[in-house]
């Protein structure tokens, strides 16, 4: 493997933590000029602040998801948050606000990028039958390998 390829998966981490850190918290602080908007991006956005909870919910999940990407911390579980974030991102750029586009479509290939580079950790979530964690299998497990 050439040296490329093993820092490229933190180079995107890296990248996507902060671009997730960053916008998140400028959510909160507004330390970052938004272009003004219009029409149905514009209402879009207002109905999520209209709820009172759900812009502060994404961006604080945002916020930090973002650091535990930058910590290299839980990081597939990082990227399970993100992905129902990233792909509304995408659905917002592509249908309301074409701007964007080309940065919603780096976030998704970051964010697949990095699924695919993590899959070793999500291949159980991509079991057709998983089977429920029990005190019996444990336990049978623990004395299969107690004998082994």
Do not use: C
Request: hydrophobic share 60%; net charge positive; no cysteine.
């Amino acid at each position: 493997m050439n040296a490329l390829t093993q820092k490229l998966p933190a180079v995107a981490r890296i990248f996507l933590g902060l671009v997730f850190f960053v916008f998140g918290l400028n959510g909160f602080l507004h330390f970052l000029p938004q272009p003004p908007m219009s029409g149905p991006p514009a209402d879009f956005v207002s109905a999520l602040l209209a709820t009172g909870y759900m812009m502060p919910f994404i961006k604080g999940t945002e916020v930090v998801a973002g650091l535990l990407l930058l910590g290299g911390l839980f990081v597939p579980l990082a990227l399970t948050v993100l992905a129902p974030i990233v792909l509304n991102i995408l659905g917002f750029h592509t249908l309301l606000a074409p701007s964007g586009f080309p940065m919603a479509a780096i976030l998704v290939v970051l964010e697949g990028y990095l699924a695919w580079a993590y899959r070793d950790a999500f291949a159980p979530l991509l079991r057709a039958r998983a089977v429920p964690h029990t005190a019996e299998r444990s336990a049978a497990a623990s004395r299969a390998a107690a004998t082994a």
